[in-house]
């Protein structure tokens, strides 16, 4: 450790831009401690101090300290590494007819953060978590945090919001940073954990320690852990909260809450986002951008035809039971770092301490599963690749299957898993893989909104993007030697398709395979002609229903579920379901009495997604991501949720 | 019409696999299995009460009419499954009944049904259970058809 007198801290910033960095810390703009560009010491806050607590951020002239008079404003590392809006793409058409896609990945020169204190570092690890952690890594993130040279600040003044002695990520600064600080009037002790800190360290005029100085700041941090003010028990909270999704207090806060989704953008942690399709007017450019979003919002669990989270109460559950509950299986670690600002920030004064304290009294565990480990990060850039549609069937009156030829080809295509499918200036949804393989895919296309309006209207010779495939397939090798069900609801049946052929082609394996099938109306059933063809396959048993019909049809009439019988659904089966989320309860339930287990009966989960990489947050389905850990489950994962109203 | 139902046969339909021999005996001798033809009408919606089926094979749908509109298929009935359940209330049928493959059917004379219902609570009991679980069934399902699932169509 190092002492550096008060009066030398501009010879820090020196040292800084000697090795070309450019320098963001903690400076006053309008009202707030804010991280920004500063020249020098003359634009950190000294002589400040914030005031804060429920609903209440103030600064005002106090005390002579630099840091120390004042803890964490609205910024974190957030913004520094993961801006609040950026280009992921752009889009171009090209002479030739095709799409051109460039990634936009940004040139992050050597940067310096000054004044970062430890529960934000804590928050850049599980912000890296997320971003970084697997299966995918955000290239954009890892640029930026890569280049960013780390001086923390310990706090030896916690203020009346922080709780970081409670999270475990504070006040003493143990990771994530490259030099220390501890203020004392006098000047600055200062610690260099890494190379890079040293080599600054190196730079400036200091003198070592005094053992009594040391010993200070060991003092120093035993005593701000015991100011906290506030405090939380996380422990075993994840299954609390989780058993406790009827809880009486979850009303009692969406009573009050405004859904604002402040709480959402001041949290150092929160990493969800959104993306937008700008273009042209001439259509000739477009670009995809990415935007922080909110579980606030009411798009943000939107799929078409509704929201899985009307009430505010339901976001406000989805905030809590993923940032202090769900985090801790996904990321090993809680989304909450203890910094407070959720609290301050928040208009209405809501205190997630007070909240976390009320929620803990009741009753109700559940155990909560982990998701499957994801052990290496692939970089994705989020960028389509150009695609070219060479076949159009139509299926029905809203539904079309395009054969799309990928102009590089594509690995991991397997039924079960989805590819992004993009038209620029429009957007990227996700579409399963219906058949087809690397270099020639099938997507089957019901339009129900924009994208999906845009895609059925496409003729052969169109360009399109794509990108994938993502996500988990169906377990056929652990579906192997038993009799399947397969039990499809309407355009469910696209990503059985494949799995289907595949377990015709297989014979051996696949000895009885019985597909059940409901569709709207006769008009609705998809893939006519191949299901005429797959009623001659010796081991393929095809009981098909339809809603409603005219007296002119001789088939099945009811729901699915009609068709699930001793005959349909053999001893021993194993089960796999598609279909809308209200349909596979019921088919659930009827299996389950025909003797189907949770553990083999296999179901596709539906959420909005922007990202399909586990980045954007949007399909957060209790622990898991649908688009990286599903979206096929073993119904055994996800027996705990499903069908929770407002999840 | 038909020819007359043995104890044996209701013995082999699930529905009544609650009934002891003798009831069995009881329920053949007011039943009799018919043999339909595809196209026949067994009722139509809006008949006065009669007799109570169980389907023994074949496919049998029940269609309703909506003013203005084609008549429309809302329910298929296969084997093992209860039809006319309405013949147990006394209530005019609530749907037309048509066979779209060729069936055969166990009819229960509905009079002599109710009687015996009346006389035998223990068959009764089995009697009314079954067709309680029947509707309880179709009215879940009722239910998934009328959430329309699918979502609703767009043009
Ligand atoms: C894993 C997965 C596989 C899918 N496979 C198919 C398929 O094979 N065929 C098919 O027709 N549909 C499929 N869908 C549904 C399809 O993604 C939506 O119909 C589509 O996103 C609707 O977009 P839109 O712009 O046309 O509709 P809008 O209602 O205008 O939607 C606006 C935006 O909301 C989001 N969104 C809306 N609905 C959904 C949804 N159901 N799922 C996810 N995000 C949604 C999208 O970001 C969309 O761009 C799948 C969804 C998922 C999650
Ligand atoms: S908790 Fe507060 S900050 Fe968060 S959404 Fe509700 S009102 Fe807004
Ligand atoms: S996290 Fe973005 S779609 Fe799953």
């Known amino acids: 450790m190092q002492f550096l007198e008060r009066a030398a801290l501009d010879a820090l910033f020196d040292a800084l831009r000697a090795e070309g960095r450019a320098v963001l810390g903690p400076t006053v703009v309008d009202g707030a401690i804010r991280l920004a560009p500063i020249d020098g010491a003359q634009d950190l806050p000294a002589g400040w101090t914030d005031a804060q607590g429920p609903g209440h951020y103030r600064l005002r002239r106090g005390g002579d300290a630099t840091f120390d008079g004042y803890v964490v404003g609205p910024d974190s590392l957030k913004q520094v590494f993961f801006p609040s809006k950026e280009t992921l793409y752009r889009a171009e058409r090209r002479a030739d007819g095709k799409l051109g896609f460039s990634p936009v990945l940004p040139d992050p020169g050597a940067s310096a953060v000054l004044g970062v204190r430890a529960c934000d570092l804590a928050a850049a690890r599980i912000q890296r978590a997320a971003l970084e952690g697997g299966p995918y890594a955000e290239p954009r993130h890892r640029a930026r945090r890569e280049a960013a040279l780390i001086v923390a600040v310990n706090c030896t003044r916690p203020g009346a919001l922080c709780f970081c002695a409670s999270t475990e990520t504070g006040p003493r600064v143990t990771e994530g940073a490259d030099l220390v600080l501890t203020e004392r009037p006098d000047g600055f002790l200062v610690e260099a954990p890494t190379q890079a800190g040293r ?45 406790r999704l009827d809880h009486a207090r979850w009303k009692i806060v969406a009573e009050r809450c405004l859904a604002c989704g402040n709480c959402t953008s001041v949290c150092p942690t929160c990493f969800c986002s959104t993306s937008e399709h700008p273009s ?34 339901d976001r406000y559950r989805q905030w809590l039971t993923h940032k202090v509950g769900a985090w801790v299986a996904q990321f090993g670690t809680s989304g909450c770092v203890g910094c407070g600002r959720c609290i301050a920030w928040c208009p209405v004064g809501i205190d997630l301490t007070e909240e976390i304290a009320a929620l803990r009294q009741g009753e109700g565990i559940a155990a909560l599963p982990a998701p499957p480990a994801h052990a290496c990060a692939t970089d994705e850039d989020l960028v389509p690749r150009a695609a070219t549609v060479t076949r159009v069937e139509r299926e029905s009156d809203d539904v079309v299957t395009l ?14 898993r989805f ?40 003729s052969p010779g169109d360009a399109v993007g794509i990108r994938g495939p993502y996500g988990r397939a169906w377990p056929l090798e652990a579906l192997a030697g038993r009799p399947v069900v397969v039990v499809a609801g309407g355009i469910g049946l696209a990503p059985l ?24 109306s006769p008009a609705d059933v998809l893939y006519a002609k191949e299901l005429l063809g797959w009623m001659e396959v010796p081991t393929m048993h095809l009981h098909l229903t339809v809603d409603h019909a005219s007296p002119a049809w001789l088939g099945h009439v009811g729901v699915v579920t009609r068709l699930l019988d001793a005959r349909s659904v053999p001893a021993g ?15 659930v339930e009827r299996l389950a009495q025909l003797g189907v287990p949770d553990e083999r009966t296999w179901v596709t989960m539906e959420r909005n ?11 957060q389905y209790g622990p898991y991501f649908v688009c990286k850990d599903g979206p096929v489950f073993s119904f055994d994962q996800i027996r705990f949720l499903f069908g929770e109203e407002g999840y | 019409m038909g020819t007359p139902a043995s104890a044996d046969l209701i013995g082999d339909i699930l529905l009544f696999a609650g009934l002891t021999p003798p009831m069995r005996a009881k329920l053949a001798a007011i039943a009799a299995v018919e043999p339909l033809p595809a196209g026949a009408t067994i009722f139509e919606e809006g008949d006065p009460a009669g007799d109570l089926y169980v389907v023994l094979d074949g496919r049998i749908t029940l269609s309703v009419r909506i003013p203005g509109e084609p008549e429309r298929s809302i329910l298929s009935l296969r084997e093992g499954e209860l039809l006319g359940w309405s013949a147990l209330l006394g209530r005019k049928r609530v749907a037309t009944a048509r066979v779209v493959l060729p069936s055969q059917v166990l009819r229960l004379r509905r009079s002599e049904l109710l009687e015996l219902c009346e006389m035998d609570h223990d068959i009764g009991y089995v009697i009314m259970r079954q067709a309680f679980e029947e509707m309880a069934d179709r009215l879940l399902a009722t239910r998934l058809q009328l959430l329309d699932v699918f979502g609703p169509r767009k043009r």
């Open chain 1, 419 to 458: 590819c992004q499918v993009s038209l620029p200036g429009i957007g990227e949804v996700p579409i399963s893989i219906s058949g087809g393989d690397g270099a020639l895919l099938e997507h089957t296309i019901r339009a129900v909104g924009r994208a999906t309006d845009a895609l059925c209207a496409l």
């Open chain 1, 497 to 520: 398709r494949g799995a289907l052929r595949s377990m015709i082609a297989r014979p051996d394996e696949f000895p009885e395979v019985h597909l059940c099938y409901g569709a709207r």
């Open chain 1, 573 to 587: 089966a194993s089960a796999m379901i598609c279909g809308p989320e209200i349909m596979m309860r019921f088919t």
């Open chain 1, 403 to 416: 054969h799309v030829a990928v102009d590089e080809g594509l690995q991991g295509v397997l039924p079960g």
């Open chain 1, 199 to 243: 080599a600054v360290l190196a730079r400036l005029d200091t003198r070592p320690a005094a053992a009594d100085e040391v010993a200070w700041v060991d003092d120093a941090m035993r005593e701000a852990a015991a100011n906290m003010g506030r405090e939380v028990d996380l422990d075993g909270l994840p299954e609390q909260l989780f058993g």
């Open chain 1, 609 to 619: 997604m922007q990202c399909a990489t586990g980045f954007c947050g949007r399909c």
């Open chain 1, 280 to 313: 042209s007017i001439d259509g000739d450019e477009a670009s995809r951008v990415r935007l922080w979003d909110s579980c606030f919002t009411e798009e943000h669990a939107y799929i078409h035809g509704g929201g899985f989270r009307p009430r505010t109460e």
